[in-house]
C-alpha cells in the first residue's frame, strides 16, 4: 500500500512537471512579443 502511494505521487508529480513545461511553452509560443 505504501509503495503504491509513493509510486502515485512520484506519477502525478512527473506529470504535473509535464503539464507546467506545457504550459509555458504555450504561453511563450502565444506570447513571443516581449511584455
Known amino acids: ?3 503504491d502511494i509513493l509510486h502515485l ?3 502525478m508529480k512527473k506529470a504535473a ?3 507546467w513545461i506545457h504550459c509555458l511553452s504555450w504561453l511563450r509560443r502565444h506570447r ?3 511584455g
Open 1 to 3: 500500500m505504501r509503495a
Open 9 to 11: 505521487m512520484k506519477t
Open 17 to 19: 512537471w509535464r503539464g
Open 32 to 34: 513571443a512579443y516581449p
